[in-house]
């Protein structure tokens, strides 16, 4: 059964330290991006990752860090500069094909972050 | 800046009605647009998609317009049933990343 899995889905981080969400798929997809939800806001990205080895900072990368050394996997770690940390966060992957074929992206169920 | 906009943070319908989603966009770039149905503590649901290059897609009891003169999308749901009560996101596509809106959160009354 495909599909995108995060993990955990609730946690809770203490001040100054760092926490690593996990996002792994088994759709074989090539992309791999991290959002981030907050109350009514849209989905706003963080990184994004088209290759292994790779990857992008989206529009608020301060304050987070990912790596991408498995085309399945795809972690966050939150780290203790990001000053700001509760929120949902939400993993997506999406095939790539021929110069970006019309594919959607697919979602995991998100982890929920929040700070004791 | 806000490149994908939903200015209707809620909207109730009939059931049996046609309920309309509004999206607006700035980006004349966007090549692909889609729309994600989302319930709470759950990722979001691929619902429809539509190239730049047409001008309606449909799928059933959903259809989706664009209007790329106004930088305007819309999604259609006909009829409304209360299952379809969720949290639409729309999104547009850039090179390798995805745009979203705020969300319009639906509300179909039985």
């Known amino acids: 059964d495909g599909g995108i899995t995060q993990s955990p889905k609730y946690l809770f981080r203490k001040e100054g330290q760092n926490v690593t969400l996990s996002c792994e798929q088994n759709?074989?997809?090539?992309?791999m991006y991290w959002y981030r939800q907050d109350p009514g806001q849209g989905l706003r990205l963080i990184y994004y990752?088209?290759?292994?080895?790779?990857?992008q900072k989206g529009d608020i990368a301060e304050g987070y860090s990912v790596s991408r050394e498995k085309k399945e996997s795809f972690p966050l770690t939150v780290t203790s500069a990001q000053k700001n940390p509760t929120a949902f966060y939400l993993c997506?992957?999406?095939?790539?094909?021929?110069?970006?074929?019309?594919?959607?992206?697919?979602f995991g169920d998100g982890t929920r972050l929040s700070i004791l | 800046d806000q490149q994908v906009k939903q200015n209707s943070p809620s909207l109730s319908v009939q059931e049996g009605r046609i309920s309309i989603l509004n999206c607006d966009y700035t980006n004349s770039m966007f090549d692909y647009f889609l729309w994600y149905k989302k319930y709470p503590a759950e990722g979001p649901t691929f619902l429809i998609s539509?190239?730049?290059?047409?001008d309606k897609n449909e799928d059933g009891r959903f259809t989706v317009f664009l209007n790329k003169s106004a930088k305007h999308l819309s999604l259609h749901i006909v009829p409304s049933q209360p299952g379809d009560s969720a949290v639409y996101f729309c999104?547009?596509?850039?090179?390798?990343?995805?745009?979203f809106g705020t969300g319009t959160s639906l509300t179909v009354i039985p």
């Open positions: 539509i190239s730049s290059i047409k």
């Open positions: 759709l074989n997809h090539d992309a």
């Open positions: 999104a547009a596509r850039l090179g390798g990343q995805f745009y």
């Open positions: 990752s088209q290759i292994v080895n790779d990857f």
């Open positions: 997506a992957s999406s095939t790539l094909g021929q110069v970006l074929s019309n594919q959607p992206q697919h």
